[in-house]
């Protein structure tokens, strides 16, 4: 009689065919895991964008307070002394003093004053 062939190497050809399934699994979950920590919703990328615009703004909110600090100076100068008036009456509205002469010279290249 012909004996039957035991269970035991058909059950470790499947147990390794489960376990290669199974690390095959594993590996697509956690690359999946990966792709989604660098560039999900909240992944690394986001976070360096995230960062990268803070500093822009905080950057930005800086040169806001610097422009802001230099105007409340300017109006304060403007309210206190009389000669900024007149500096900034001569430049912007190129207004002279009574009795001053004003010559307008042509064709002639302005010199570096510095």
Same mark, same amino acid.
């Given at each position: 009689?012909?004996?039957? %062939?035991?269970?035991? =190497?058909?059950?470790?050809? /499947?147990?390794?065919? /489960?376990? &290669?399934?199974?690390?095959?699994?594993?590996?697509?979950?956690?690359?999946?895991?990966?792709?989604? $920590? !660098?560039?999900? +919703?909240?992944? *690394? !990328?986001?976070?360096?964008?995230?960062? $990268?615009?803070?500093?822009?703004? +905080?950057?930005?909110?800086?040169?806001?307070?610097?422009?802001?600090?230099? *105007? &409340? @100076?300017?109006?304060? &100068?403007? &309210?206190?002394? %009389?000669?900024?008036? +007149?500096?900034?009456?001569?430049?912007?509205? /190129?207004?002279?003093? %009574? /009795? @001053?002469?004003?010559?307008?010279?042509?064709?002639?290249? =302005?010199?570096?004053?510095?």
């Amino acid at each position: 009689m012909k004996q039957k %062939p035991s269970a035991a =190497p058909s059950s470790a050809k /499947g147990s390794r065919l /489960g376990r &290669r399934t199974l690390h095959y699994v594993l590996l697509l979950i956690g690359t999946v895991l990966i792709v989604d $920590a !660098l560039v999900g +919703e909240k992944g *690394l !990328l986001a976070m360096l964008q995230a960062r $990268a615009q803070h500093a822009a703004l +905080e950057q930005s909110l800086a040169d806001v307070r610097d422009d802001n600090a230099r *105007l &409340r @100076e300017e109006a304060r &100068r403007l &309210r206190e002394d %009389p000669d900024a008036i +007149e500096d900034l009456a001569r430049s912007q509205l /190129g207004l002279i003093r %009574p /009795g @001053e002469k004003l010559f307008i010279v042509k064709d002639v290249a =302005p010199r570096d004053l510095r």
